[in-house]
Nanobody
Framework: QVQLVESGGALVQPGGSLRLSCAAS????????IGWFHQAPGKEREGVAC??????RIEYADSVKGRFTISRDKNTVYLQMNNLKPEDTGRYYC????????????????WGSGTQVTVSS
């Protein structure tokens, strides 16, 4: 079955950097999109970035443009997070779907269990 495993979360100071990894396995289609999502404490889960294997489409939330970069190497998707801010604190999930955008969370069929990022001095 499809499995998504996130890693790379940590405690980091404001202005610091982290690279999250999402290792995906168990699927055979070449047409898929993997997204990264952020859930801050007490808030709803929101899309951060996604990358489509179908056509290379990349999308970012406005709040992370210029700071975060999504990339892919075979079946692992990375989220490079630079200039981290306290509001970036929360759990980060990756998810796999057909061709959804980062705002259509319900169209992602498979989810990992997340990795915790804490930005604090």
């Amino acid at each position: 079955q499809v499995q998504l495993v996130e890693s790379g979360g940590a405690l980091v100071q404001p202005g610091g950097s982290l690279r999250l990894s999402c290792a995906a396995s168990g699927f055979t289609s070449d047409d898929y999109t993997i997204g990264w999502f952020h859930q801050a404490p007490g808030k709803e889960r929101e899309g951060v970035a996604c990358i489509s294997n179908t056509d290379g489409r990349i999308e970012y939330a406005d709040s992370v443009k210029g700071r975060f970069t999504i990339s892919r190497d075979k079946n692992t998707v990375y989220l490079q997070m630079n200039n981290l801010k306290p509001e970036d604190t929360g759990r980060y999930y990756c998810a796999l779907g057909g061709y959804p955008t980062i705002t259509h969370l319900a169209e992602y069929d498979y989810w990992g269990s997340g990795t915790q990022v804490t930005v604090s001095s």
